[in-house]
């Protein structure tokens, strides 16, 4: 598409043609962070990379014609680990729990671990953010989108047993100190100019497993409490947000080089997941993983016509570009269970949740990005 094809002009967030967040990250700034962690280059030197980078990106997402505009989480070496190890009482520990399949047999993300009270006692990426909208303020038709993980990821992965005791004997406890440390969180992120949030959520999908629903039941949880638990907990964090600020969650079952954790239809968790007080769901339907769009359906039962469902039927995966027809076909399928206004186009989850990158390339990421757009011009104009 070429760059005068500006993004349409949108006023409400999520967008027909969206996307996760994550991009691959360029060369250069690779070899800079490389250099930074081995003591060669200064902070500032790095950040500078980092500003370029990210003025390139933002570039190219105006050119394909996105109106949702990220700093393809550029600054970060992991998804979430980069904003909960700013959280105070959080601190980061070695992966036990389930793992990542094929590809990532081998390096496994830590899990952010609870060993002091939970809080938020100085603003978490609000920097970021301002100098992506810095960037996207001369935009027109664009809106800068800040992407965090969600509440559930100080627990989901470790569960009871990543959390002390000592410091929280009583659960309710912690998640009362959850739930206020995002409020100051998002309350800085707002502050910065924030009107487009993302909470990044692996937990629903995960659930969805048999073999994470054991591993929970292994620390000490009941993984049919859940979902209903997370779900309360977003809500409180998300209470006193401005009026104005739109917020999605996005679904994941893992994406770490190209590889997941876990596989399962949505029918164990809809029900939480669709009471969260969100403006629209990214939902994974790249392959069989995800099963059947029935669990959809729920949502038209619940009467929020309001509420959007963004499909993630383009992989982040593989660099195979999806044809159009197909594309069309799966959201043709999908109006079975909930009205074409109610749904948008993206990819299923970011291109490279991790520093590492998914198995793809910088032109396949752009190709993709391309064909979630003219689709959406296509089927919603």
Not at 280 to 302: I, K, N, Q, T, Y
């Amino acid at each position: 598409m070429p760059a005068s094809n500006a993004p349409h002009a949108a006023t409400a967030a999520p967008f027909r043609a969206d996307h996760v967040g994550s991009l691959l990250r360029p060369a250069a700034l690779a070899a800079a962070r490389a250099r930074f962690k081995a003591g060669e280059l200064d902070a500032a030197t790095l950040a500078g990379a980092e500003d370029r980078a990210i003025a390139e990106v933002v570039r190219r997402q105006r050119d394909v014609g996105l109106s949702s505009i990220t700093d393809g989480e550029l600054r970060r070496d992991w998804w979430h680990l980069d904003f909960l190890g700013q959280l105070d009482g959080v601190t980061l520990a070695a992966n036990d729990g389930p793992k990542f399949t094929v590809a990532g047999q081998g390096e496994q993300p830590p899990i952010a671990t609870v060993t002091g009270r939970i809080g938020c006692c100085r603003p978490v990426m609000a920097s970021h953010f301002a100098y992506l909208k810095s960037l996207t303020d001369g935009m027109p038709g664009t809106v800068a989108k800040m992407t965090i993980p969600s509440p559930s990821m100080l627990h989901l992965r470790g569960g009871r047993a990543a959390i002390s005791r000592e410091v929280y004997p009583d659960l309710d406890l912690f998640w009362d100190d959850v739930a206020a440390a995002y409020r100051q969180a998002i309350a800085h992120l707002a502050a910065a100019g924030c009107r487009y949030l993302q909470l990044d959520d692996v937990a629903f999908a995960y659930l969805c497993d048999p073999k994470v629903r054991a591993s929970a039941r292994s620390h000490g949880d009941d993984p049919a409490a859940l979902p209903a638990t997370y779900a309360r907990v977003i809500n409180a964090a998300l209470a006193g947000r401005p009026a104005d600020m739109r917020v999605t969650i996005h679904t994941c079952r893992g994406n770490f080089k190209s590889a997941w954790v876990a596989e399962g239809g949505y029918d164990p968790v809809v029900e939480a997941m669709f009471a969260t007080d969100v403006d629209g769901w990214f939902m994974e339907f790249d392959s069989a993983r995800a099963g059947g769009f029935e669990p959809l359906a729920v949502l038209r039962e619940r009467g929020a016509p309001a509420k959007k469902v963004v499909l993630g039927l383009v992989t982040t995966k593989l660099g195979e570009l999806e044809s159009k027809d197909e594309l069309k076909r799966r959201i043709d399928e999908a109006t079975r269970f909930v009205p074409l206004e109610q749904l948008c186009l993206s990819p299923q989850c970011g291109f490279s949740s991790t520093h590492h990158g998914n198995a793809l390339s910088h032109d396949d990421q752009w190709r993709k990005l391309e064909r979630v757009v003219e689709v959406a011009e296509e089927i919603w104009g």
